[in-house]
């Protein structure tokens, strides 16, 4: 059970991220849900790449024993690039909703005829 | 009612995700492949040789394919190249998009109010004391060259050009902080920065487009081992760092570096400039805007 922690970790962080995106009504509050999510995702994919004892994949001095997958690394950066792409698109979208709205909330935006 | 019904959901979707957590493979224990008579056959105790398993050919060929000593940064920018290609094409599409928005929101403003001089940006971001400037003059240059070493030695070392350009573009943010908006504005424009995420873009298209003219394929590695421009051959296994290897993947390490410091700047000062435009709410800039948010 123990050894399973960091899977454990990522469901916990991806309920706490759903939670935030679906209970509450703040858009601000929605954004910061969604990288609580991403961060989930993250950290799932840099786990299934881990083997114990072993190094970066990495040649420049380093002990050619056991090294961990570089795959899910790569991917991983991948989804970091794209979120901060997205989260600074979301962001100026809020910015544009507040400018229009007077307001965050999604009660007041029900109507996008702006 | 809809709140209780979005909760209980909430708590099914959790519970499934916390059992299937439980019931994953032990950590540190990856699959590594069942040999002929269900034995597990380990990365590097493989004994057949040959290389049936994605990340255990990566490991053990990066550096004969690639001369790459990184080999995260050669499967980013040589074995997965088109996964890279989407990315920079999200990243620049998604930071077209914000330029996109302020700019034709502000021009509107702009030519309704007619002879509209003051400047957005110039209020929300103000110059910082001299103790502030002063230290991030000098914080300034060592800042840009620890970006672009990382940049210039991603396949050497941890890094490379996603990350290099975000180091590289923080100091942007930390001239535009302390300085203000008004001195940032001699020293670095938006619409320089567009044109600066274009031609990284360009170029990582074109280098990709040579491995073409080269007669091999799309994201063909045509410069590693020819003993030219990045082209020196790296011993298999532990070795020392020898900046020039690597073949394409330091090409490609630059303009993808280029295009991320040129995106963050976009970022910053459009989304700054917005924030000025948030402030200036007694005028919207047109009717129905307005009348959509009494509704």
Redesign the interface.
């Known amino acids: 059970?123990l050894?399973?922690?960091?899977?454990?970790v990522?469901?916990?962080l991806?309920?706490i991220g759903?939670?935030a995106v679906?209970?509450k009504k703040d858009i601000i509050k929605m954004i910061i849900g969604i990288q609580i999510m991403e961060t989930g995702v993250n950290l799932f994919l840099i786990?299934?790449?881990?083997?114990?004892d072993s190094v970066?994949?990495?040649?420049?001095?380093?002990?050619?024993?056991?090294?961990v997958?570089?795959?899910v690394?790569?991917?991983t950066?991948?989804s970091?690039?794209?979120g901060?792409?997205?989260v600074?698109?979301m962001?100026?979208?809020a910015?544009?909703l507040?400018?229009?709205?007077?307001s965050l909330s999604t009660d007041k935006t029900r109507?996008l005829?702006? | 009612m809809k709140k209780f019904a979005m909760l209980l959901s909430l708590i099914i979707v959790g519970a499934f995700l916390l059992q299937v957590a439980s019931e994953m493979r032990e950590f540190g224990e990856p699959y590594e492949g069942v040999g002929p008579d269900d034995t597990i056959i380990k990365q590097y105790d493989n004994p057949t040789g040959d290389n049936n398993y994605m990340d255990e050919y990566m490991l053990n060929n990066s550096q004969e394919d690639t001369g790459t000593n990184n080999v995260v940064t050669a499967v980013v920018f040589d074995f997965r190249g088109f996964d890279t290609l989407g990315e920079a094409t999200v990243l620049f599409t998604a930071v077209s998009s914000i330029y996109l928005v302020f700019r034709r929101k502000m021009d509107l403003e702009k030519d309704q109010k007619g002879k509209g001089k003051k400047k957005l940006g110039s209020d929300t971001i103000k110059e910082m004391s001299t103790i502030v400037r002063t230290s991030s003059n000098i914080a300034f240059p060592f800042i840009l060259i620890f970006g672009f070493y990382i940049i210039l030695h991603g396949h050497l070392t941890p890094g490379g050009g996603f990350q290099g350009g975000a180091v590289a573009a923080s100091a942007i943010a930390l001239i535009l902080v302390a300085h203000g908006w008004d001195k940032a504005k001699h020293f670095f424009s938006k619409d320089n920065f567009s044109i600066g995420e274009s031609l990284g873009l360009f170029f990582f298209i074109s280098l990709a487009f040579l491995g073409i003219a080269a007669g091999e394929g799309f994201f063909y590695n045509f410069l590693a081992h020819d003993g030219y421009i990045f082209g020196n051959s790296v011993i298999a296994g532990s070795t020392g760092a020898d900046i020039n290897t690597g073949g394409t993947v330091p090409l490609l390490n630059m303009a993808v570096g280029f295009e991320v410091i040129c995106a963050f700047g976009i970022i910053l000062f459009s989304m700054l400039k917005g924030m000025d435009y948030l402030k200036e709410r007694e005028d919207p800039p047109n009717t129905d805007s307005s009348k959509g948010g009494e509704n």
């Open positions: 059970m050894v399973n922690l960091p899977y454990i990522v469901a916990l991806i309920i759903l939670y679906v209970m786990t299934l790449g881990y083997r114990t970066a994949p990495i040649f420049t001095a380093a002990d050619k024993d056991a090294m997958f570089p795959t690394q790569a991917l950066l991948t970091i690039v794209i901060v792409a997205t600074a698109l962001l100026s979208f910015m544009l507040y400018k229009h709205n007077n109507r005829n702006g």
